[in-house]
């Protein structure tokens, strides 16, 4: 099917500056001397002042993620015990597998977010957004531990769990598309030519849409597949939080996207495009195959085919977000998945939940000047 790029469905993030600031604009101290003032967003340099603000979108999405702070704490799994030993033996293979995975799959991303996205987004007010998601992110593995040390009792199930990446061959998989991204920039020190900078935007899509966008959706919609039927009630709680946390990170990164595009136009051409959906498609197939791992011959409600149809159907929704063509047409088989907003990404900066924000005090001027 080719692949043609299409204008941005959605507005880019919007670069507030007052018109005098660009041309009085300092350097950064050390990295940006001798640099002309105005600067892009992958530009190498490690900018450090706040102040003039050139990005103030991100430092909203900083103060929106401090609103929507949660700890593990506080999740109740104590009536899942009694759940688990009602399962059948193919839905006990089910949950470890997905716990497994689960596991090792937000340390990956917290990995790349270190080693890769703090370092080449030339923004403050963005690592402080990255500095938060990292936060975010360990929540989200002591979570997985809890359930983890909750639903696997035995010594050596919890440390094949662990191990997940090593042992399980539809865990190994989805790790090693991961680290085929991560490995691709991992030796750039700096973004200095077109290029490089594609393989970074690819590094980036790769984690907001395939990993954090397709392969976590998919292992919510079996938490949500057990939810329907009244069962293990703590995991979904824990998991609408996870759920939330992760719509946020998505929707972050694509911003970053939307506004590397509006700097740097023609980074974003038919073949990137191309590249794109070759690698939603790569990512589809890799989840499928940890699909046939989890459902086996098919479970009440939940089989191989139906995840096809809902894996396809979000695949699709990243790329009408990237502003590419729908590639599957595929419509979400699962209602139940439909209450958390899957049909169209949830916006939590527009509908966020009252529950489980943490105040933020004070005012903060996006115009004011040290």
Not at 4 to 24: D, I, M, Q
Request: aromatic share 12%; hydrophobic share 40%; proline share 5%.
């Amino acid at each position: 099917m080719p692949v043609t790029t299409e204008p941005l469905t959605t507005g880019p993030v919007t670069r507030e500056r007052a018109g005098t600031e660009a041309a009085t604009r300092t350097p950064s101290t050390g990295t940006g001397a001798g640099r002309p003032a105005e600067r892009n967003l992958l530009d190498p340099g490690f900018e450090l002042t706040l102040r003039p603000m050139r990005y103030p979108a991100f430092y909203e999405r900083y103060r929106d993620a401090i609103r929507n702070t949660w700890t593990v704490e506080e999740v109740d799994l104590h009536s899942d015990v009694a759940d688990l030993a009602r399962l059948s033996a193919g839905e006990r293979h089910l949950i470890g597998r997905l716990v497994a995975f689960f596991a090792t799959g937000d340390s990956i991303v917290a990995n790349n977010l270190v080693l890769t996205l703090y370092q080449h987004i030339n923004s403050p007010e963005a690592r402080l957004y990255l500095s938060r998601q990292l936060f975010e992110e360990a929540v989200h593995v002591q979570f997985y531990l809890t359930l983890l040390d909750t639903y696997l009792p035995d010594h050596d199930d919890r440390a094949a769990a662990f191990a997940a990446v090593e042992n399980i061959p539809s865990i190994r998989e989805k790790a090693e598309f991961c680290f085929r991204w991560m490995d691709s920039v991992e030796k750039l020190d700096r973004l200095e030519s077109k290029e490089d900078r594609r393989r970074f935007l690819l590094n980036l899509i790769c984690f907001a849409a395939c990993i954090e966008g397709l392969f976590f959706y998919g292992a919510f919609a079996y938490v949500y597949w057990f939810r329907s039927r009244g069962l293990l009630h703590g995991l979904a709680t824990g998991t609408n939080w996870v759920f939330r946390d992760e719509s946020m990170h998505m929707d972050f990164a694509f911003s970053v996207v939307d506004t590397v595009r509006e700097e740097e136009p023609d980074l974003f051409d038919e073949e990137m495009g191309r590249r794109v959906t070759e690698m939603l498609r790569e990512a589809v197939e890799a989840e499928l195959r940890f699909a046939r791992d989890l459902c086996g011959d098919g479970l009440p409600g939940m089989n191989t085919e139906s995840m096809r149809a809902y894996l396809e159907c979000v695949a699709d929704q990243r790329l009408r977000r990237l502003g590419l063509p729908a590639y599957y047409g595929a419509r979400n088989p699962f209602p139940f998945m439909e209450l958390q907003g899957v049909e169209e990404l949830t916006n939590f900066f527009e509908r966020r939940p009252s529950a489980y924000q943490v105040a933020v005090e004070g005012a903060v001027s996006l115009d004011d000047d040290f």
